[in-house]
């Protein structure tokens, strides 16, 4: 299994060599939808030709990356296509060890069900295979180094790969059962960006899992374990954030960073919902809508949490999909890391219900974001709606597309306990509907 | 009238009396206090009562000056002007506590055009920055500025007015550089506590008095420039924390500007050389600009006691073709559309320069009339000759009462003058995404290398990104000395950077800088967000080699003994060029759907809500179909009749 993955590996490598020459990667590091302000690598270099002035990076608003990333750089900044490529190959060889690891346990668990006759005697066909499922962690692989979306975000050297790997790693620690490291890597992807405070939750529900600790307020044991986890979270974010304050030696980097992600003061034009909105929104309101929005990106956590209690994996992959398509500075590397879990759930296929639409929507969208940001910004024969149009769609068609996943699996849990063929009380076939 | 002249006449009496009565000085001067006390309590009685609204005071002020004026007008001159001399020495002992003084160059320009430039100078020798000694009582100095003098704990101010760009290839140097639009630069007190509070309130107040919109100037715009601009007054302050500049290169310069500007004036616009200021003919020129500086001097030479210096620049350039319609021949009145007649009363010395350097031997133009005033000095490193106009002597006006200098071109000039630092800056690249902003500063000395400090304010929506900041010359790279850089905050502060670069001889250095166009919010756009937004000239300051010292073989003018080392005040002058300011556009949103956005966008978040919400919340279940209404009615009526249901 392992010449695949490494042969996937060469082949990624030399694709981004070959771009990171030509000059192709300039035009790419240019791009809103691959850049934002927040990971774009021209504001890292700026942030280190501050530094070298002796001026404090943060003192500005151009650079919004961490304390850590910068020393990173200030160290690696001449080799960072190497680093980049790196990177991505650490993503993703965890995601692929980390679904070689949960396929194993999914088999293992349908085995036991099995044995124990849980399944009704129709579901035989939503029965997954070994065959089936061998070559699903080296799908995961190529979806995350050959996705264009990827490569394109690895070219222009944004700093959204390094989250990517952090939150990568952290699934992979969880998956394999260790608390501490998976607190660690929580808390550094939080530091990195907030956004994946909400991945506690589905981190929590797989180690309580694991444990055999049932998810259950009133045992003690859940709530030991719960705050124990939490204790190593906070701790290790305290210990990152303090490191980074003895590094820089200031608390500059705080409005400069999470402010930055959190009041979206930058407007310029990204595939996300924010910018437009908050560029045409009535000054009074702001805040407002602010906090609505931000909200919105937090909101999903607890109710998902509830609903997918027996499957964190499942629900990692959700509150990842959230985070890229609600977070305030998203680009299109956030959707390559969740576009990597498809293959991971292949059997859902059959209930997907409208996955044609929505590729058709993603794909026409990716090709209309560069002639349309043409139109307006270079030719002026456009204007800003024609943009701002194709990010909602874009955003509906990400929705859509999440959510039909959701559809798919509850569904399939539905007809793991129900039966695979349903009848009415007359004896009728019966149609599933949500009520 | 009759009666004011006698109180005049009475007045000019006791002085004398009391000159001839006392010997010791100390008395002499109590006199001559109260003398200027009682005509200053007779300005300003009428006026004393009103409330302390500023503009208010000062138009009265001005309008008290101006009879007091006219009466003294009406006092025969001779016992002002003639009788001077005589007592020069015993009048000059005990020096009265302010003096004006008025001034004009008339340069005809290499392109054929004139430039006119006014310096009126009021100087005050009073201190109201120490402790406490708050001055109450003006004569010549405008209240109006004496008071935000006090108030804000102003040390130094500069503020111009400028329309047009002052063409440097073309028209050489100006005698007081300033940039298109308005400009505003103070150093405050040192002892001053919150400097961006008074320098808040203080361009408000300015904003009022010179009816110009100086209170767009916020924390946005305002910089504090750490080397480009030191103080030109007393006091050698490097803190520049207590300096702040700002301008505003969009300011429209117009009547409503001159008005209050004049009213500044002893003589207002009534007599002196400020009778030729008439906006219809000032606003008709290629180049107009107008200029306050306030500073404190040395009152005397020792430098014992400080004085306060006002002076209100005024620079005009009148276009050859316009306002001379292509005729070379240049007069008073075909600039100004007026002629002198009088010198202000209140001006210790009052005097029209015209530039005759290039006219040696009277080949290229006739000067007529012809002064016999000659006077020599080296300005901007270049020794000038210039014929003088003395307007306090009755003979200037000749016949006619009234002077006239008329410049009539013989031939064309041939040569071209080029000055030795100039710059010109534009923006490059295409798009509304990214651009650069190129700086070419030519230094074009034959052999000597000069540093020059180059500022940039440029605007937080044109994110600059400093490592793209590259200084070449002669197509090498010519590392910065010194850098300093402050990066913009969004909304809240500008980008500034201030570089010392070191000018090759006869070289073009050009200094570039890559920036992004940030969207803005829709309310922060102007109401012509398609027009551009301005970026303020780039600030070049140098000490240029000046021209006299160039010339090493000038053995003829000068004793041998001392012409070997360039002498220090010759050798380099200080040099200030504006480069053009910049229009740059920015991507703009849609500005007629603000509802249409909110609506979309939350509509696809609902979208995004609503679909979770539904699988969340609900579960699947067996479509059962339901009854039809028909029958869940017979099945109602049938309860009722207690008859079994269908």
């Given amino acids: 299994m392992a010449a695949p993955l490494t042969l996937v590996l060469i082949l990624a490598v030399t694709i981004r060599a070959v771009l990171f020459r030509s000059s192709l990667a300039e035009l790419i590091s240019e791009r809103v939808e691959v850049v934002s302000p927040l990971n774009a690598w021209k504001r890292v270099v700026e942030g280190l ?3 070298d002035l002796g001026v404090s990076p943060y003192s500005g608003d151009v650079f919004h990356e961490t304390p850590l990333v910068i020393y990173l750089f200030h160290f690696v900044v001449d080799y960072a296509d190497i680093v980049f490529m790196i990177v991505d190959g650490i993503t993703a060889v965890a995601l692929y060890l980390a679904v070689q690891d949960y396929n194993k346990n999914v088999f293992r668990k349908q085995k036991f069900a099995l044995e124990a006759e849980r399944y009704p005697h129709d579901c035989l066909e939503l029965m997954r295979s070994p065959k089936e499922m061998h070559y699903i962690p080296l799908k995961v692989a190529m979806f995350y180094l050959l996705n264009p979306f990827t490569i394109l975000s690895c070219v222009a050297k944004s700093t959204c790969g390094l989250n990517n790997a952090v939150v990568a790693i952290f699934i992979l620690s969880t998956l394999k059962g260790s608390a501490l490291l998976s607190a660690i890597f929580l808390a550094l992807a939080t530091y990195q960006s907030i956004y994946p405070l909400t991945l506690f939750a589905p981190g929590l529900l797989f180690l309580l899992q694991r444990l055999y600790i049932p998810v259950n307020p009133c045992r003690s044991s859940f709530w030991l374990f719960t705050v124990q986890y939490a204790v190593m979270f906070v701790g290790s974010l305290l210990v990152i954030v303090c490191l980074s304050f003895f590094l820089l030696g200031s608390w500059d980097f705080i409005p400069s960073v999470y402010g930055f992600i959190l009041s979206v003061p930058d407007l310029t034009p990204n595939i996300g919902l924010f910018w437009y909105f908050f560029a045409e929104m009535f000054e009074h309101f702001r805040f407002f809508f602010i906090c609505v929005f931000q909200i919105n990106v937090f909101f999903y956590t607890i109710p998902l949490s509830v609903k997918l209690k027996e499957h964190p994996v499942f629900l990692i992959f959700m509150q990842i999909a959230i985070i890229s398509i609600f977070k305030s500075y998203p680009t299109v590397g956030d959707m390559a890391l969740y576009m990597a879990f498809l293959p991971v759930w292949n059997h859902l296929y059959r209930f997907l219900r409208n996955i044609f639409l929505v590729s058709c929507v993603l794909l026409a969208c990716t090709a209309l974001f560069p002639v349309l940001w043409h139109l307006w910004i270079y030719a002026g024969s456009a204007n800003s709606n ?37 009848r009415r009380k007359d004896g009728s076939e019966a149609t599933l509907v949500l009520k | 009238m009759a009666a004011l002249g006698c109180k005049w006449d009475a007045l000019f009496v006791l002085a004398l009396a009391s000159l001839m009565l006392s010997c010791k000085g100390d008395d002499l001067k109590k006199s001559n206090d109260y003398t200027e006390s009682v005509s200053g309590g007779e300005q300003s009685n009428p006026h004393a009562v009103k409330a302390d609204d500023l503009q208010q005071n000062e138009a009265d002020g001005h309008e008290g000056e101006e009879r007091d004026g006219g009466g003294r007008q009406w006092q025969p001159t001779g016992v002002w002007m003639g009788e001077g001399p005589e007592h020069g020495e015993t009048f000059t002992a005990p020096p009265s506590k302010d003096q004006f003084q008025e001034e004009m160059v008339l ?13 009126f100078r009021t100087q005050w020798d009073t201190d109201f920055l120490h402790d406490g000694n708050k001055a109450s009582h003006y004569r010549l100095f405008p209240k ?26 073309q028209w050489g140097q100006p005698f007081i550089p300033s940039p298109p639009g308005a400009e505003l630069w103070v150093w405050f007190h040192h002892t001053v506590m919150d400097v961006d509070e008074n320098w808040k309130e203080l361009t408000n107040v300015l904003s009022g008095i010179f009816c110009a919109s100086l209170n767009f100037i916020d924390s946005t715009n305002t910089v504090e420039p750490s080397a480009s601009f030191k103080p030109l007054g007393l006091g050698n302050a490097t803190d520049h924390r207590f300096l702040r500049y700002a301008t505003l290169p969009r300011e429209i310069v117009c009547t409503e500007n001159l008005t209050p500007w004049k009213k500044l004036l002893p003589c207002g616009s009534k007599a002196g050389l400020a009778v030729l200021m008439k906006s219809e003919k000032l606003f008709h020129s290629s180049f107009h600009s107008q200029a306050v500086h306030i500073r404190p001097i040395c009152k005397d030479w020792q430098c014992t006691s400080t004085s306060w210096e006002l002076r209100q620049t005024l620079n005009v350039v009148f276009d050859l073709y316009t306002s001379g319609q292509g005729k070379k021949e240049w007069s008073l009145f075909k600039m100004f559309s007026r002629t002198l007649t009088e010198a202000c009363p209140l001006a210790s010395s009052s005097k029209v320069y015209v530039d005759v350097t290039d006219n040696k031997g009277g080949e290229l133009f006739d000067l007529t009339p012809a002064s016999p005033l000659v006077s020599t000095a080296v300005v901007l490193g270049d020794r000038r000759t210039y014929s003088v106009y003395d307007l306090t002597k009755k003979e200037t006006f000749g016949q006619l009462r009234s002077l006239n200098p008329l410049l009539r071109w013989k031939r064309e000039s041939d040569e071209m003058l080029r000055p030795l630092l100039h710059a010109e800056r534009y923006v490059s690249g295409f798009g509304l995404q990214t651009g650069e902003i190129h700086t070419c500063i030519y230094n074009n000395h034959p052999y000597r290398a000069y540093p020059v400090l180059l500022l940039d304010t440029v605007p937080w929506y044109l994110r600059l990104y400093v490592h793209t900041l590259t200084v070449t010359s002669k197509m090498h790279e010519n590392k910065p000395s010194y850098i300093h850089y402050q990066p913009s905050k969004d909304r809240v502060r500008p980008h500034l950077l201030e570089m010392l670069v070191q000018l090759p001889p006869h070289s073009v250095t050009e200094v570039t800088v890559q920036f992004e166009r940030a969207l803005l919010k829709w309310t922060e756009y102007t109401p012509d967000p398609n027009h551009g937004f301005y970026v303020g000239s780039s600030v070049i300051s140098a000490l240029v080699p000046s021209i006299v010292a160039m010339d090493t073989n000038s053995t003829h003018e000068r004793p041998l003994f001392s012409s070997f080392f360039p002498t220090k005040e010759e050798s380099s002058y200080f040099m200030r060029v504006y480069t053009e300011p910049l229009l740059v556009n920015l991507p703009t949103p849609d500005f007629s759907m603000p509802y249409n956005v909110i609506c979309l966008t939350c509509t696809v978040v609902a979208v995004g809500y609503g679909s979770f919400y539904n699988l969340l919340t609900r579960t699947f279940q067996v479509d059962e179909p339901s009854t039809p209404l028909a029958k869940r009615l017979a099945n109602v009526i049938r309860r009722l009749r207690g008859v079994p249901l269908l």
């Avoid at chain 2, 340069?107 to 310096?119: E, M, T």
């Avoid at chain 2, 108030?151 to 111009?160: D, G, M, T």
């Fill in chain 2, 144 to 169: 109006s500025l004496g008071q935000v003098l006090s108030k804000f704990s102003v040390r130094e101010l500069h503020i111009s007015f400028t329309q047009g760009y002052w063409r440097t290839m």
């Fill in chain 1, 49 to 51: 030709a501050l530094l």
């Fill in chain 1, 386 to 422: 024609f943009y701002y149009a194709i990010t909602l769609l874009f955003n509906v068609g990400q929705i859509l597309l999440v959510s039909d996943y959701f559809y798919a699996y509850l569904r399939r849990e539905h007809h793991l306990s129900q039966g695979l063929y349903l």
């Fill in chain 2, 107 to 119: 340069r005809p320009l290499h392109s054929g055009d004139i430039y006119a430039s006014f310096q």
